[in-house]
């Protein structure tokens, strides 16, 4: 029998519950709800109140209804420690979050020491889930898988050209530029420049200068779409020709508002577009009437969510111990963004990574397509 996004057999073993146990049920959701990285904080927070609605909506849990606490960490891992406090004395038993490596990471250790189930819905870099904590899932890929795709295009496009590869020195931006470099390494690319920025820096001049006398013929960036917007505008204010590729740091079409026409061609890995996903079509529309496109993460918050409750139904209990030993044992679960199941170490099984390009769509505005299409003239197309 095909699974529901909600399926009526999680249902019945949730309402078999004990109506004590899931009294005010508190999932508590955190990002950068605030600062220049709120487009993705949106994201989560909007997938995980969407889902919490829609369990609501369809009679709660044993008539009891979920409750979303929201925790504005500004993409800060001090602030995050804060929230997690805070989640802690509010009762939260679970948490969908963070967006930032660098904060779900020590956050997640206030969440084990307390008791607390984390799902984070979009921090990619490995330690996430290497360092042994019972209490660490997240529902998108890792960067090493990530990198491992980003290295291999570079070493099959760029081969002959010059690789600077740049990075923003936080656990996801160099992480991920890191596992990049790896993989085009071990297939005989070297990079010509490797070279970190601030976050926070708004002028490249100086690093566009060098690599101008390096004769860098394409750019790899791990980091956020605020630093990269800024570094691709001005590599073509300076006429620096030059092939530009990151990764899911950047999936906002807020990038283009910063990039301006400099977007176009962008090149950047992410998994394929939930959105697309046809048992997704009837929550994709009530976002979309609501006002919010649910791109990016939106639809990985709402699937953390969505694991939460059928890993409790799996479980038949809500202690988030039995829930995430249910988890990893008992999926795949049926979400918005297809069957999730995950490893001993909270990874989801079926990790998947594809190639975008930025380009005008039909509406004349430039948006991320997984369509083939590979670039703006660069003086080095890319290969489809």
Same mark, same amino acid.
């Given at each position: 029998?095909?699974?529901?996004?909600?399926?009526?057999?999680?249902?019945?073993?949730?309402?078999?519950?004990?109506?004590?146990?899931?009294?005010?049920?508190?999932?508590?959701?955190?990002?950068?709800?605030?600062?220049?990285?709120?487009?993705?904080?949106?994201?989560?927070?909007?997938?995980? /109140?969407?889902?919490?609605?829609?369990?609501?909506?369809?009679?709660?849990?044993?008539?009891?209804?979920?409750?979303?606490?929201?925790?504005?960490?500004?993409?800060?891992?001090?602030?995050? @420690?804060?929230?997690?406090?805070?989640?802690?004395?509010? $009762?939260?038993?679970?948490?969908?979050?963070?967006?930032?490596?660098?904060?779900?990471?020590?956050?997640?250790?206030?969440?084990?020491?307390?008791?607390?189930?984390? @799902?984070?819905?979009?921090?990619?870099?490995?330690?996430?889930?290497?360092?042994?904590?019972?209490?660490?899932?997240?529902?998108?890929?890792?960067?090493?898988?990530?990198?491992?795709?980003?290295?291999?295009?570079?070493?099959?496009?760029?081969?002959?050209?010059?690789?600077? @590869?740049?990075?923003?020195?936080?656990?996801?931006?160099?992480?991920?530029?890191? /596992?990049?470099? %790896?993989?085009?390494?071990?297939?005989?690319?070297?990079?010509?420049?490797?070279?970190?920025?601030?976050?926070?820096?708004?002028?490249?001049?100086?690093?566009?200068?060098?690599?101008?006398?390096?004769?860098?013929?394409?750019?790899?960036?791990?980091?956020?779409?605020?630093?990269?917007?800024?570094?691709?505008?001005?590599?073509?204010?300076?006429?620096?020709?030059?092939?530009?590729?990151?990764?899911?740091?950047?999936?906002?079409?807020?990038?283009?508002?910063?990039?301006?026409?400099?977007?176009?061609?962008?090149?950047?890995?992410?998994?394929?577009?939930?959105?697309?996903? #046809?048992?997704?079509?009837?929550?994709?529309?009530?976002?979309?009437?609501?006002?919010?496109?649910?791109?990016?993460?939106?639809?990985?918050?709402?699937?953390?969510?969505?694991?939460?409750?059928?890993?409790?139904?799996?479980? $038949?209990?809500?202690? #988030?111990?039995?829930?995430?030993?249910?988890?990893?044992?008992?999926?795949?679960?049926?979400?918005?963004?297809?069957?999730?199941?995950?490893?001993? %170490?909270?990874?989801?099984?079926?990790?998947?990574?594809?190639?975008?390009?930025?380009?005008?769509?039909?509406?004349?505005?430039?948006?991320?397509?997984?369509?083939?299409?590979?670039?703006?003239?660069?003086?080095?197309?890319?290969?489809?």
């Amino acid at each position: 029998m095909k699974k529901s996004l909600l399926s009526a057999v999680a249902l019945t073993a949730l309402v078999a519950f004990s109506g004590s146990a899931w009294a005010d049920i508190l999932i508590g959701v955190s990002g950068p709800i605030t600062g220049p990285n709120a487009a993705f904080g949106a994201q989560l927070q909007k997938g995980a /109140e969407q889902a919490a609605a829609d369990i609501n909506a369809a009679g709660g849990i044993n008539g009891e209804q979920i409750k979303v606490v929201v925790g504005d960490d500004v993409s800060d891992p001090k602030q995050g @420690i804060s929230v997690a406090n805070k989640f802690v004395a509010d $009762g939260v038993k679970f948490v969908v979050g963070h967006f930032n490596s660098g904060v779900s990471i020590p956050a997640s250790e206030v969440y084990a020491e307390n008791g607390i189930l984390q @799902i984070s819905p979009a921090s990619t870099n490995p330690q996430y889930t290497e360092r042994g904590l019972w209490n660490t899932f997240r529902t998108c890929g890792r960067d090493d898988q990530q990198g491992a795709v980003a290295g291999a295009y570079i070493a099959a496009n760029f081969k002959d050209g010059k690789v600077a @590869i740049i990075h923003d020195k936080t656990p996801y931006g160099q992480g991920l530029a890191d /596992e990049t470099k %790896k993989a085009a390494n071990a297939a005989g690319v070297t990079e010509v420049m490797y070279e970190g920025i601030n976050i926070g820096d708004k002028d490249f001049s100086a690093l566009i200068a060098k690599m101008k006398e390096a004769g860098v013929t394409a750019v790899y960036y791990g980091g956020l779409h605020t630093e990269a917007g800024l570094i691709m505008r001005q590599l073509a204010d300076q006429g620096l020709k030059a092939a530009f590729m990151s990764g899911d740091g950047i999936v906002s079409n807020e990038l283009a508002s910063i990039a301006g026409d400099a977007v176009d061609g962008t090149l950047m890995t992410f998994a394929p577009d939930p959105r697309k996903n #046809p048992a997704a079509q009837e929550i994709v529309e009530k976002f979309r009437a609501a006002g919010f496109e649910p791109e990016a993460y939106t639809l990985y918050s709402y699937a953390a969510v969505q694991v939460i409750v059928g890993a409790a139904a799996a479980a $038949g209990d809500v202690d #988030p111990a039995k829930v995430a030993e249910a988890a990893k044992a008992k999926g795949p679960f049926a979400t918005a963004i297809g069957e999730l199941g995950f490893d001993e %170490k909270g990874d989801i099984t079926r990790p998947d990574y594809v190639m975008y390009t930025w380009r005008k769509g039909d509406d004349g505005k430039y948006s991320y397509f997984e369509d083939g299409t590979c670039g703006a003239e660069t003086g080095m197309q890319p290969k489809c």
